[in-house]
Nanobody, 121 residues
C-alpha cells in the first residue's frame, strides 16, 4: 500500500507558476501509474495529467503548453508544473496512484489529501 502527500500549493497571482509535489511512502512510486486531478468549488473533479508506470506522460488537451507532469524515482515523487496560472486554476489539487502499467480511467486506488491552489487576478 502506498501513501500520498501533496504539497506546493498556495496563493499566487495570475501569470505566476507553481510546482506541486506528490510524495509517496510505503511503496516505490515506480510501481504505479499516477494521475493529477483538481476540483474547484461546485465543479466536478477533472483529470489534468497522467504519468504511467512505463514512463508515458499525458496532459489533457486544454492544459497542454501550461502543465507538465514528471517523476523522480530517486525522490519517490511526482510533480505537476503549472505555468501562466489564472483564476480558473483555483482548486484543490490531488494526486492518485494505481498499481498498473498504464491507466486511463479515474478509479485510482490511492489518493492524497489534496493541496489548495488559489490564483488571484
Amino acid at each position: 500500500q502506498v501513501q500520498l502527500v501533496e504539497s506546493g500549493g498556495g496563493l499566487v497571482q495570475a501569470g505566476e507558476s507553481l510546482r506541486l509535489s506528490c510524495a509517496a511512502s510505503g511503496r516505490t512510486f515506480s510501481s504505479y501509474s499516477v494521475g493529477w486531478f483538481r476540483q474547484a468549488p461546485g465543479k466536478e473533479r477533472e483529470i489534468l495529467a497522467r504519468l504511467m508506470k512505463n514512463g508515458i506522460t499525458y496532459v489533457v488537451g486544454s492544459k497542454k503548453g501550461r502543465f507538465t507532469i514528471s517523476g523522480d524515482n530517486a525522490k519517490n515523487t511526482v510533480y505537476l508544473q503549472m505555468n501562466s496560472l489564472n483564476s480558473d486554476d483555483t482548486a484543490v489539487y490531488y494526486c492518485a496512484a494505481k498499481e498498473t502499467v498504464v491507466y486511463w480511467g479515474d478509479a485510482y486506488d490511492y489518493w492524497g489529501q489534496g493541496t489548495q491552489v488559489t490564483v488571484s487576478s
